[in-house]
């Protein structure tokens, strides 16, 4: 059973920039494919971003790109997302999640909250 723990989550004006990190229990997860998924208030999780097993395969949604990356350091059992040019509507609750070749691993969520 993987576990997963999200952390870096905070409250951040528009414009500015956070990192979020998921922190993996089990070196198993890293064979596992990565995301991180978002849900605002009132809304559906959506997906934000995911990295295959090995980083090199990685997608975005079309919300995102451009200003958001995502990376994996596989040594250190941990995913990040580097989230750049924040604006209001990325406020939401992110979880990261693993698996292969569905995702069927979920973290607890950090908050992120970016102020206008």
């Known amino acids: 059973q993987v576990q997963l723990v999200e952390s870096g989550g905070g409250l951040v004006q528009a414009g500015g920039s956070l990192t979020l990190s998921c922190a993996a229990s089990e070196r198993t997860a890293r064979t596992y494919r990565m995301g991180w998924f978002r849900q605002a208030p009132g809304k559906e999780r959506e997906f934000v971003a995911g990295v295959s097993w090995g980083g090199a395969n990685r997608n975005y949604a079309d919300s995102v790109k451009g200003r958001f990356t995502i990376s994996r350091d596989n040594a250190k059992n941990t995913m990040y997302l580097q989230m750049n040019s924040l604006k209001p509507e990325d406020t939401a609750v992110y979880f990261c999640?693993?698996?292969?070749?569905?995702?069927?691993?979920w973290g607890q969520g950090t908050q992120v909250t970016v102020s206008s």
């Open positions: 999640a693993a698996g292969q070749p569905s995702y069927d691993y």
